[in-house]
Each structure stands twice: as C-alpha cells, then as structure tokens.
C-alpha cells in the first residue's frame, strides 16, 4: 500500500533522472530534426565493390547560410540517391527543400561538397564532386550558383569547372595572394593497385599513361581564378596529376606561417601522402620526406589546428588500425618486411597503418605523436574533425568510422574468397557476386572522439560525450546550428540515418567563447585564407578560415572560438588573406562579432623571424664511413617481435686512448665493416686513425662498445660485444674480444680474454 502511494514520487524522480542523465551528455543525438538522410548504397550484380574500389567511401556534409538570414544550413551528398539541402528554421528544426533548389542530380555518384561564394555576390554557392564506377561516363562536378532566392543554377561548365574525373573533394582558396579565390581538386585514380607493380611514376602527368580512357581522371589538380574562369595549371605548379595519386583528404592552411597558404592531400593505400608547401611564385614543391619522418599507409581523412595553442598548425590524419585486439586480428593488414622495403627502395617512404598526428615545430619539420598522444588507432575511420567540442580552449579530435563490408576481413579472406577462388579456377564458373558478397561481414562501429587534455595527451570521450553511436559514417561537418555559443556536429552514415547532434557545451560547462564572422574583399567575400588569433596574457587561442576540411566535406565560416573559463581577453587579431591586419581590443566575450575587411583600419602585417635558439650542439664537420647493415632482418624467423632489432645502428664509446686528456671516439662497424677510430685534436675535430687489427675482425657485428683499463696500466683499452641473429648459436663471429692500448692509442687484440665466450650479447657496461 505504501509503494503504491509512492509509486507517482518514485516513477517522477525516475523522469527527473532521466532528463539529468541526458544533460550529463556533452552531445545530444537529434532524431526529430527534419534532416532524414540516409546515403543508401546497394550492393548489385554490376554496382559493387569488386567493380568499383571506392563503393562504400559514402557521402559528405557542407554545413553554410545560404539565405544569409543568420543560421548556417546544410547539404548532404548521396552516392545513389539525391544530394539534400536542408534550410535552417531555428531550434534544430530544418525543411527539406531539395526540390525546388535547382540541385539537379541526373543519377550522379556524389562524393565531396563544398559551399563557396563563387561570384562574390555574398551569397553561398555549391560545389558538388562526383564520380562513380569506371564504365559510367556521368562523372561531371556540379558548380550550382545562388540565386538569393532559394535557388540554384548549375554553372560549372561557364567557370571552367566542369570536371569529369574521380573527384573526392575540392578547396577554394587563394594560393597566390592575388586577391581571388583559386582551386585545389583531389582525385581517386581508379587505376587497379597490383598493376602499378611499385613504379614510381609519381611525376607523369594523367595524359602521359598509356591506360584506357575511363581509366583516366586521377591526380590532383591546382585551377588558377582568371577572371572569375579558372585554368588548370597543375603541371606549371608542380602538382602531381599522377595515375597513381589516390587522394582521399584535402587540407589547407599556412604551415610554415610565412603568409602563403600550404596544402596537404591524404592518399589512400599505395601512394604516400603529399605535403605542398607554397614556394610563394605560383608553384608548389612536395616537401613531405623532408618535413615527417613518416605518414599513414591509408590515409583517409585530414585537418589542421592548433592542438597545443603554440600558434601553429598541427595535422591530423586517419587510416584503419582497430583499436580493440579482435578487430585488429581480423581486420589488421600487417606489412610483409620485404614489401616495407621495397617501398622505401623506390620513393613510397615510410608509410604504417595507423592515424598519425603531426605537431608543427616551427622550423619546417613535425613530430609524430599519434601513439604517445593516445589517438593511433580508431578503426576504419573516414573524416577527420579537429575543433573545440566543449569550448575549453583547445581543439579536440572527432573521427568518422565504419565501413559497408569489411572486404578486408581476414576470416572472409581466408575461409571463404580463396575457397571460391579455387573452385572457379577448377570448374571455370563464375561465383555469383551475391554469394560473395553475402559473406562478407557488416560491422558498424562507434565514431571516435578524443578528448584534448594538453601536453599532447588524448582521452577517449565518446561514450562520456554522448558521441558513441555504432555507425557506417563516412563525411561529417561542425557548425554552431542554433547559435548558442557552441560546435554542433552533423554526419553523413551509409545505409542507415545520419547523425544529427546538438552540442550542450553552453548549457553544461558555461565555458566561454568569442564568435567572428568575417567579410572579406570584394574578389573573396567570405575572408576564405585569414587568420584569426585571440590573445590573454601569454595564451594564444589561434585558428584559419578554410572551410574544406576532413573527409568530403566542408564546414561553416563562422568560427567559434572556445576560451575555458577565461572571462576577458586583451586583444582579437585577424590577418586578413592580403596580409593586412586588424586588431579588437578587449572584444566582449559569449557573442559573434562582424568585422568586414573593408571597413576596419588595416595595417601591413609583418611575418614575424622565428630566430631559431642558439643550438645547444655544434656540428663538428668530420667524414665518417657510412654504417651499411646487411639484408637480413629479424622478421623473418621471429614474427612476434615488437620492433626490428637487427639495424639497430652503430655500437659508440669514448674515452682518451692517447693519453691527452681528450675524448676519442669508437664507432663500431655492422657485419662485413671494420670498426672506426677517430682522434679528437685540441680545436675539436676528429681524424680517423687507422688500426689494422680492426680490419681482421670486420666480419664481426659489433653491437656493443665500452673502454676501460682493463689491464690496469692506466690507459683504455676497448671493449667489443658481438651479436647478430643471422648467426648461430656458438658461432666463432660471436666472439667478444678486448683490444689492448698500447698507451698511445694503438690497440692490439688480447686473444686469451674471452676465449669461446661467443654469446649473443646485447649491451657492456665496465
């Protein structure tokens, strides 16, 4: 009786907990927005994967105003259905108002998006990539130009924008500060990967290959703005329009902060990626070996930001190592060491199969932090989101996962393809592409989001963040949706509803914020290329205008900039893309300022020198014999190991052989190469000494060296260990052997010291 007085109590605070445990959730998933999209793709006889690489690449987000009323709205591009553009009512409630937009679709396979002012009339225009399967020839981009009246007209063939190709996405930009907005496009080369054979045919233009025609239409391409019709000049620019370009991700932004726009393009499997700095005369140069030490093998997605709020961009991009150990061995494609080699041998640089971030230094290079920073691994991820999801003051990272079929699971591949393979070759009949298909495994996975914690450090918030969904998303676009203050979040999803959500970072946190909306020039109405910094104290809040980012998509110009619990600012500063600047003192917070280019007072920005700190270490110049390993490679008998041990460089020891009170230097040699003795002088150089007894012993692989005075006449003598598993166990190279000092740096080998001690040995210490 009493339980059920309280039964109405009870089952009211049960609602109460309920509602409390929704608001915990950073992120709100909205399911009665009006935005119903669903990127359906269907497997057939003809349309599949086995006929088309790139069927389950999915679809985009362009997230932008388009009838300036002040609410950013959005375009969603479908791969065999109709592209959607959705106006924004307010409140998280948008109409479908394809329809009567003028966004023709004449059956296109719709890829990348994005909203641009073309014209400079101040209102949005849309570009639409497209591509498809090989044989069907309808692959035309779609250039649609506002009408201010809810309109579109598809223009592209009257801006020299009419490309037909494998277009994933494109970004418009203002690469030689001339005023207007140019165009960088990114192709999928649909050429087959086993028939490139690791051929670096990296510089031959699309023309020069000797394929089919329908096999043409991959490479980057670079079209210059001439008068509002623009003209490819790919080539003259030193961009690739190669074959074997599979561009998947397209970034751009100022990477070594000299004024001029750089360009990143993310290649899928195969090709490395590409790193375009911005020679500043029209032309571009790859500087990608010279500025990372590696990349992803299968670069999906990328973005810029600031991730540590040093002023600088960092990168990030996205490839397909799962991050839990089942998926991993069914999924995980690990690299054959002969394979790794020969990619190296022939230009394709070092490339693994894990997202990387790369943290800009400021001097030209970047550090890889991926696996410290805790965001390597996130499965088969698409786009890539850097922004600021709770408004803390530093940029988060959301990750689009998911996949149709997983074609490369290891299961399918090795219990069944090779099964029907087989029984083709044997009885001559085709398998029926439905059975083949019917085998391989759907499995939807949540999206990834790591949370910044500074010092370079990640969390994984998606549960926590309300960001968890399993899903096959692919595209995916942020934007402040209901003008709150804070970064809403919409995604494109394959086969099922995409992901509409709204971001209570305002409500929850009260974390502060200053928005900015620009105007730009006349030639480049929405500021595209400018850079905005807020500055309190020594801590610097930094962003850039470019809208394209991710994967297929592109997001909304205005820019919301998350500042914690900071509650004033001394100064707001936008670079505009002349390099002109202008400067808000004490800009109130929790609003969007206005501010046009044109109206403000401008003054010649000036590119800050980054003197470089006076180098803890000087070189000193001294001609070494380079260390030359051998072929052989631990991989090939012992598998599981964590990390190569077999070229693991030099064995080096100091100390004074000739009695003058200065450090010597010992390099010890790889098989088949004498060990090195140089001989400092008083002015800090070094000379190589000769010492034939070194030579009789350059069979041996020196992995370890030490000196000390082992016969106790007061000289160092020089300890060498010798290892190597090409070697026996008990082999007479195994030898260790200890070289006498006469005391004037000239050494003799002691044949009794370590007579038949031939261990393997790693390391000495005397």
């Known amino acids: 009786m009493i339980l059920m007085r309280c039964f109405p109590f009870l089952l009211f605070l049960l609602f109460l907990s309920c509602n409390r445990a929704d608001k915990d959730k950073l992120f709100d998933l909205v399911e009665d927005s009006g935005i119903n999209f669903n990127n359906k793709v269907v497997d057939g006889q003809i349309e599949n994967s086995f006929y088309y690489r790139n069927y389950y690449n999915g679809g985009g987000v362009a997230i932008g105003d388009i009838n300036n009323d002040g609410f950013c709205d959005v375009l969603m591009t479908s791969n065999m259905g109709e592209n959607k553009l959705y106006l924004n009512k307010g409140d998280f409630k948008f109409d479908d108002i394809t329809a009567n937009s003028g966004l023709t679709q004449d059956s296109m396979w719709s890829t ?49 924008l009419a490309i037909s190709a494998y277009s994933t996405q494109v970004s418009f930009f203002d690469y030689d500060l001339d005023g207007d907005l140019d165009c960088f496009m990114i192709n999928n080369s649909p050429m087959p990967i086993n028939n490139l054979g690791y051929t670096n045919r990296r510089d031959l233009p699309d023309a020069q290959w000797q394929v089919a025609d329908f096999l043409r239409g991959g490479g980057d391409h670079l079209f210059r703005n001439d008068n509002n019709h623009f ?96 998926r991993l061995k069914t ?154 203050g804070d970064l809403d979040l919409i995604v494109n999803n394959q086969n099922q509803p995409s992901f509409v959500y709204r971001n209570n970072s305002r409500e929850q946190n009260q ?126 008998y012992e598998r599981n190991l964590p990390a190569l041990m077999s070229r693991e460089g030099p064995a080096l020891a100091k100390g004074d052989v000739n009695g003058d009170g200065l450090d010597d230097l010992y390099i010890g040699g790889a098989r088949n190469q004498q060990g090195q003795l140089y001989i400092q002088d008083s002015k800090g150089a070094f000379t190589r000494q000769s010492q034939p007894v070194f030579a009789r012993y350059a069979s041996f692989e020196d992995v370890t060296a030490v000196f000390f005075d082992a016969d106790k006449d007061g000289d160092n003598d020089l300890f060498i260990g010798a290892g190597g598993n090409i070697l026996s166990p008990g082999g007479g190279e195994l030898e260790h052997r200890l070289y006498l000092n006469d005391g004037k740096g000239n050494f003799e080998i002691s044949a009794s010291a370590f007579a038949s001690n031939v261990m393997n040995i790693a390391t000495a210490v005397a």
């Not at 014209?119 to 399967?133: E, K, S, V």
């Not at 100022?254 to 375009?276: C, T």
């Not at 030490?293 to 990030?316: H, I, K, P, R, T």
């Not at 085709?430 to 450090?457: R, W, Y």
């Open 112 to 160: 990348g998006v994005m909203m641009v002012d073309i014209n400079n009339d101040g209102w949005l225009d849309i570009y639409i990539c497209n591509a498809g399967h090989m044989k069907n020839g309808n692959r035309r981009n779609k250039l649609y130009i506002n009408n201010q009246k809810l309109g579109f007209k598809e223009s592209a063939a009257e801006y020299g």
């Open 231 to 326: 003209t490819e000049v790919s080539q003259a620019a030193g961009i690739h329009g190669t074959l074997m370009s599979f561009g998947l991700g397209v970034s751009i932004g100022d990477l070594n902060m000299d004024g001029y726009p750089d360009v990143y393009v993310a290649n899928d499997s195969y090709e490395r990626d590409y790193l375009y700095i911005n020679q500043k005369d029209g032309t571009f140069k790859d500087e990608l070996e010279n500025c990372m030490e590696q990349n992803s093998f299968s670069s999906m997605g990328a973005d810029f930001a600031d991730v540590n709020n040093d002023g600088l961009m960092d990168v990030f991009t996205t490839d397909m190592l799962p991050d839990d150990d089942f």
């Open 331 to 484: 999924l995980g494609a690990f690299d054959n060491i002969d394979l790794y080699n020969t990619r190296i041998k022939t230009g394709f640089y070092r490339q693994f199969m894990k997202n990387c971030l790369f943290i800009n230094k400021g001097n030209g290079k970047f550090l890889e932090t991926a696996n410290y920073s805790g965001v390597s691994a996130s499965d088969w991820s698409w786009g890539a989101l850097l922004f600021d999801a709770d408004n803390d003051g530093l940029n988060d990272i959301y990750v689009c996962n998911g996949v149709n079929r997983d074609v490369t699971n290891l299961d399918f591949m090795d219990f069944f393809a090779n099964d029907v393979i087989q029984k083709m070759v044997i009885s001559g009949r085709k398998e029926n592409v439905d059975s083949v298909l019917a085998h391989i495994p759907i499995n939807p996975v949540p999206n990834k989001t790591f949370h910044n914690q500074g010092n370079f450090k990640f969390e994984d918030a998606g549960v926590s963040w309300g960001l968890a969904q399993p899903g096959l998303s692919n595209g995916a676009a942020y934007g402040d949706l209901d003008n709150d």
């Open 511 to 636: 974390n502060n914020y200053i928005g900015l909306m620009l105007k730009g020039s006349s030639s480049n109405r929405f500021a595209i290329g400018s850079k905005i910094r807020v500055y309190q104290g020594s801590q610097v809040y930094y962003r850039e205008l470019f809208p394209s980012r991710g994967f297929q998509s592109s997001v909304d110009y205005k820019q919301v900039i998350g500042l914690g619990k900071t509650t004033a600012v001394d100064s707001l500063q936008v670079i505009w893309p002349d390099n002109t600047y202008s400067t808000v003192l004490h800009p109130a917070l929790n609003q969007v300022h206005q501010l046009d280019q044109e109206k403000m007072a401008r003054h010649a920005y000036v590119i800050p020198s980054r003197a470089n700190a006076a180098p803890l270490l000087e070189q000193v110049t001294v001609t070494t014999e380079k260390h030359q390993e051998d072929e052989y490679s631990d991989f090939y």
